[in-house]
């Protein structure tokens, strides 16, 4: 209601909430827009952590890899069990990471209301190595894909899922495929790719609720394993 702006509601809401929560919701983290970054870090003690640029692709530029086979990758409608497994695997890989087991990603994917996702899955010699997920966009300059969620065993699985999902934005009449990371070496592999940097920037922030963390962990980016899936825009 219009009557209640600029009353200071939301503040007071967040900031009675951290407090009730202290030490019990140990970290409140997310990815503000631009209008209200700067209300976060002044009113409710966020930390502006980085901003992660956007990674696009030309489709235009990459018709070497349109046609290439790539083996061991398919499509499935639903995460099994064994994600579970892959996900404990890859547990020592990333400090900081959610949980991406089978009831996670049913719940973040293939039950989403409101959007709708391909996932990629690769397989070698029965043993799940990777998944990678995206989805189809037509936004302004015409029909994209988004790479939302990828995790991978190695640099070279990795490397596979994300041609494959190149070959299947491309199927699906896209011109551009876009995503962003902050793992640094998996960074590397897309630019090699050939994907570039765009400017389009999103602010990652947090909020340390608690004196049981370590900081020197949650305040460095290198220590975090985010993908566009974090955010709820996505």
Known sequence: ???????????????????????????????????????????????????????????????????????????????????????CSMCDSYIIITKRDCEYLNWRFVENPINQYSILEYREDNILKGYCVYKMYNGGEGVSGDIV????????????????????????????VNTWMVNSLLIDVLIEIGFKYTNNLTHFGLCINSNKLDLNEILNIKYWYLTMSDSDVY
Request: charged residues 25%; proline residues 3%.
């Open 1 to 87: 209601s219009p009557e209640y702006k600029k009353l200071g509601v939301f503040k007071t809401l967040a900031k009675e909430l951290y407090s009730s929560c202290f030490n019990k919701l140990d970290l409140i983290w997310g990815f503000p827009n631009n209008n209200s970054l700067s209300g976060f870090i002044k009113h409710l003690n966020w930390k502006h952590i980085c901003d992660i640029n956007m990674l696009t692709l030309d489709l235009d530029d990459v018709t070497k890899f349109i046609n290439e086979d790539i083996e061991n990758i398919t499509k499935i409608d639903k995460f099994t069990p064994d994600y579970n497994d892959l996900f």
């Open 149 to 176: 969620d990828i995790l991978a065993i190695d640099e070279n699985v990795f490397d596979k899922l994300v041609f494959m999902a190149i070959q299947e934005v491309h199927k699906n009449g896209g011109v551009y």
